[in-house]
């Protein structure tokens, strides 16, 4: 009952949406990204990523995703880099 399966992108995206409603400010973070794209197709994998940017944006929430650049090649870290902000 308190786990979402990894495939399942849409269902995080909600329960992200449902967590952060109305609550700007919230943080969400997002832990294992490497995992999802073990998981999943990497294109569905960046496209999740701009959706639950958009929904964290939406709300004023901030989303933390950390991420090892080393995992992806430069072509892909860039590709799921596109519409975020790093923090180092």
Do not use: C, H
């Amino acid at each position: 009952k308190e786990t979402l399966n990894p495939t399942n992108l849409g269902a995080i995206v909600e329960l992200v949406r449902k967590r952060t409603a109305g609550k700007p400010g919230s943080l969400v973070l997002l832990d294992g990204v490497e995992y999802l794209y073990t998981q999943n197709d990497f294109g569905k994998v960046v496209k999740f990523i701009q959706v639950l940017a958009d929904v964290v944006a939406e709300e004023k929430a901030v989303l933390l995703l950390p991420l090892d650049p080393k995992t992806l090649d430069a072509d892909r870290l860039a590709v799921l880099m596109r519409d975020l902000t790093p923090w180092r």
